[in-house]
C-alpha cells in the first residue's frame, strides 16, 4: 500500500485548503488514517485522526474548530479541509496510515507504519 498526499499550496491567513491522502490497495478501509504536519526546524505533530469507518476523528488542540477530517473508502481517499488557516500553520503535511494500531494511539506518530511523502503548506500573513 502507498499513500499520496496533494492539495498544499500558498494561501493567506484566513484562507481555505483541502488535503487529500489517496492509497492504493484493498485493505485501506481497515486503516486508521492520520495527518501529522511538520514545520521547519520543527518535530513532526499529530493533527487529526479519522478512524476506519470515519464514525469517530480527532484533533490536535491547535487545529480544532478549524479542520476537518472525513474519508471516502469508496475511493481510498482521506481528506483534510483547513479553514481560517493562520500562518502557524505553514509546515510540510503527512498523511500516514495504522495497518494494525488501536485508537489508543491516533496521536502518536510511532505508531503509523504507512507514511507518504507530504505536501507542503505555506499561509501568508
Known amino acids: 500500500v502507498q499513500l499520496q498526499a496533494s492539495g498544499g499550496g500558498l494561501v493567506q491567513a484566513g484562507g481555505s485548503l483541502r488535503l487529500s491522502c489517496t492509497a492504493s490497495?484493498?485493505?485501506?478501509?481497515?486503516?486508521?488514517v492520520g495527518w501529522f504536519r511538520q514545520a521547519p526546524g520543527k518535530e513532526r505533530e499529530f493533527a487529526a485522526a479519522?478512524?476506519?469507518?470515519?464514525?469517530?476523528?480527532y484533533y490536535a488542540d491547535h487545529v480544532k474548530g478549524r479542520f476537518t477530517i472525513s474519508r471516502d473508502n469508496a475511493k481510498n481517499t482521506v481528506f483534510l479541509q483547513m479553514n481560517r488557516l493562520k500562518p502557524e500553520d505553514t509546515a510540510v503535511y503527512y498523511c500516514?496510515?495504522?495497518?494494525?494500531?488501536?485508537?489508543?494511539?491516533?496521536?502518536?506518530?510511532?505508531?503509523?507504519?504507512?507514511w507518504g511523502q507530504g505536501t507542503l503548506v505555506t499561509v501568508s500573513s
Open positions: 490497495g484493498r485493505a485501506f478501509s481497515r486503516y486508521i
Open positions: 500516514a496510515a495504522q495497518t494494525s494500531g488501536s485508537l489508543g494511539g491516533v496521536r502518536i506518530r510511532e505508531e503509523y507504519d504507512l
Open positions: 479519522i478512524a476506519w469507518t470515519g464514525s469517530n476523528t
